[in-house]
């Protein structure tokens, strides 16, 4: 089978950080014994080499590399609301990525279109994908969903999508309901995968911890993503302050960190911010802390992760998660089993979870133990691979009929 990825978001060269669950979608479906090619907007940081197995087309759609700012995590602002500047440049990404998708079609002989989030991939594409009569499966993430819920004309796009649409999914069965209130017909829920080789507990690197200044006999906490509100690390630093002998790392970047940076101060020098770490720097953390904490809210205006990432690379990393119950966290983690679920935003709540595997070792290995085992049994890529393979079958069969 030979599939079309339209994207815009990719990691833009090996180890970046940007949507990696996207390239593990496009390689473990080329890793079935597919083909696979990818359309994503041009960056001045796109660095991806034909030794890959999947083919890049990058589209050009601003005049000047200074203005390439569209995709890439870079068009909403905290996650939150849409930049001026990528209202600006939405006219001219949509008439390039139709272009591009035109022209792979007319070129090359597709089998399927697979459109990751609904806005504004899936409905850019969606009508070009329809005339060259394609099959077309959408995938929704999480931001896209929130965008089709705020605005009415990214509502009006989502369903024109989803008519075209053989097949839908989300990555959690919270993100199916949504999309289900939105016009969606039947999606199905295939949550991500996970990499169980690349992050497992023996990548663990102890020599971070020394980088880092945690104290010897301190608890690490690690928390991994980009600073934004929905990432609810403003309570993890909360929790912080209220457990002594606790050390969390926040790895990432984004928006809010001044205002992070600000409220860790009370904490004295028990919070470190890190910056954005390469991936695989990120495995050799995970394995390395303690724990890892996944805060995750719904942020004021809505927003919230469908399924972090983080998630499913602690569990397979060997680590006792503590993580809010929200939105497609308890679906892959189970309360005292794989992890400990706290309720969303209450700081008091995981400061407590946090005290209690500080002081509790054997807890802390037991429930990391179970993490790894289920992740090697239920999370692992091909098996998510699986399930787009039907998701393509059943948009061809639509289409075919």
Known sequence: MKVLMVTSSYPKFPGDMTAPFVESIARSVAGRGHA??????????????????????????APHASWARWGYAQSLHADVRVRPEAW???????????????????????DVVHAHWLVPNAAVVAGIVRAHRTPFVVSVHGSDVFLAERLALARILARRA??????????????????LALGAHRPRVVPYGVDVDRFSPLRA??????????????????AVGRLVA???????????????????????????????????????KRVHFVGPL??????????AADVVAVPSVVD????????????LEALASGRAVVASRVAGIPEVV?????????????????????RRLARDPAERERLGREARARAMQRHGWDGAARSFEECYAQAAALDAG
């Open 88 to 110: 600006l440049l939405a006219p001219l990404a949509s008439l390039a990525l139709r272009g591009e998708v035109a022209r792979r079609l007319r070129e090359e002989r597709y």
């Open 162 to 179: 989803f008519a075209a649409a053989g097949a839908v999914t989300a990555c959690s069965a919270d993100l199916q309901r949504r999309v």
């Open 36 to 61: 696979v090619d990818v359309v994503l907007p041009h960056h001045p940081d796109l660095r991806r080499g034909r030794d890959e197995p999947v083919r890049f087309f990058p589209y050009r759609y």
């Open 300 to 311: 004021e205006a809505g927003n919230v992760d469908g399924l972090p990432n983080t998630v």
């Open 278 to 287: 390469d991936r695989d720097t990120v495995a050799r953390a995970l394995a």
């Open 334 to 354: 189970e309360d005292g089993v794989t992890g400990l679920l706290v309720a969303a935003g209450d700081a008091e709540a995981l400061a407590g979870a946090l």
């Open 230 to 268: 929905k990432k609810g690390f403003t309570h993890l630093i909360e929790a912080a302050r209220r457990v002594e002998d606790l050390h969390v790392v926040v790895a990432g970047e984004g928006d809010l960190r001044p205002a992070l940076e600000e409220q860790a101060r009370a904490a004295g």
């Open 205 to 222: 690197d102890r020599t971070l911890r020394a980088r880092w200044e945690i104290p010897a006999g301190a608890t690490m906490v690690l």
